[in-house]
């Protein structure tokens, strides 16, 4: 039986990288310091599960992290192919419209990056990079925009090494 279980699409989306969308589940089969993306954390070694709980202590960081085993989000680290195309295109921007009301846009935002999917929050870099060119940001989005390209570049970092 493998570590992970995968249930894994492939998708073309808005930037043209293809890419996989995997929504990789952790089994109680895992093995100790595997290594993990979990959305808002970034990279974590898996420590052990019981019943309820899967055991996960974030690389960057050190601490540990207790999640629910019903709504587990996490998946396994991208692939070397998908990262190198990640990182050429992280300084690139996106065309975006920020009009709305700054709380809708960090709503937004923030939605895209516990997703947890590489692309998505390779997105939000690109489009906080585009709408750094048209104005200074606020506090909040250079926060938020740091956050996103943390958890790209600590991924990166795990899986070009």
Not at 113 to 134: D, M, R, S, W
Request: charged residues 25%; proline residues 2%.
């Amino acid at each position: 039986m493998s570590l992970i279980e995968k249930n894994t699409t492939t998708t073309q989306p808005s930037n043209g990288i293809n890419s996989e969308v995997s929504n990789n589940k952790v089994t109680n089969h895992s093995k100790m310091d595997d290594v993990i993306f979990y959305p808002g954390y970034g990279v974590c070694h898996y420590l052990n599960s019981d019943s309820k709980y899967h055991y996960l202590k974030s690389l960057i960081l050190q601490i540990k992290i207790s999640i629910p085993l019903k709504t587990s989000q996490h998946r396994s680290l991208i692939s070397k192919d998908q990262a190198t195309v990640i990182k050429s295109s992280l300084d690139l921007m996106k065309e975006c419209s920020f009009s709305e009301v700054w709380n809708r846009r960090k709503k937004y935002f923030m939605n895209r990056i516990y997703t947890g999917n590489p692309e998505k929050i390779l997105e939000v870099v690109q489009e906080l990079n585009f709408v750094q060119t048209k104005k200074l940001l606020s506090y909040s989005e250079k926060e938020i925009q740091k956050m996103a390209r943390n958890l790209l570049t600590d991924e990166l970092a795990v899986v070009l090494k």
